[in-house]
């Protein structure tokens, strides 16, 4: 059974930065894609960005294209999220999600992914 924790959520201020890790255990890291969402007050969860197994390949939401970037290390078992020039609108729980091995389902809807962790909350001041 896989495990994942984000980790590094906190309040920032608009325009500041903040890095997200998520430690994923129980499992081939290697052999897992891994993906981030978010949840506003009030809204619906939504997809923030996914990766590759190896992390060569990086996709974002639009909203969040060229301010975040997501990177992995198959030798530790994280996953981060690097968030640059945060807006108020990014105020959310983000959540880090991981595919069973193998799985080659969409990285874009969160019914695709089988493992997620606990959240963590990321506070935008303006």
């Known amino acids: 059974q896989v495990q994942v924790q984000e980790s590094g959520g906190g309040l920032v201020q608009a325009g500041g930065s903040l890095r997200l890790s998520c430690a994923a255990s129980?499992?081939?890291?290697?052999?897992?894609?891994m993906g981030w969402f978010r949840q506003a007050p009030g809204k619906e969860r939504e997809f923030v960005g996914a990766?590759?197994?190896?992390?060569?390949?990086?996709y974002y939401a639009d909203s969040v294209k060229g301010r975040f970037t997501i990177s992995r290390d198959n030798t530790k078992n994280i996953l981060y999220l690097q968030m640059n020039s945060l807006k108020p609108e990014d105020t959310a729980v983000y959540y880090c999600?991981?595919?069973?091995?193998?799985?080659?389902?969409?990285?874009?809807?969160?019914?695709?992914?089988?493992?997620w962790g606990q959240g963590t909350q990321v506070t935008v001041s303006s």
């Open positions: 999600a991981c595919q069973r091995p193998y799985s080659d389902s969409s990285l874009f809807t969160g019914n695709s992914y089988d493992y």
């Open positions: 990766g590759s197994r190896s992390g060569a390949t990086t």
């Open positions: 129980g499992g081939t890291f290697s052999l897992l894609r």
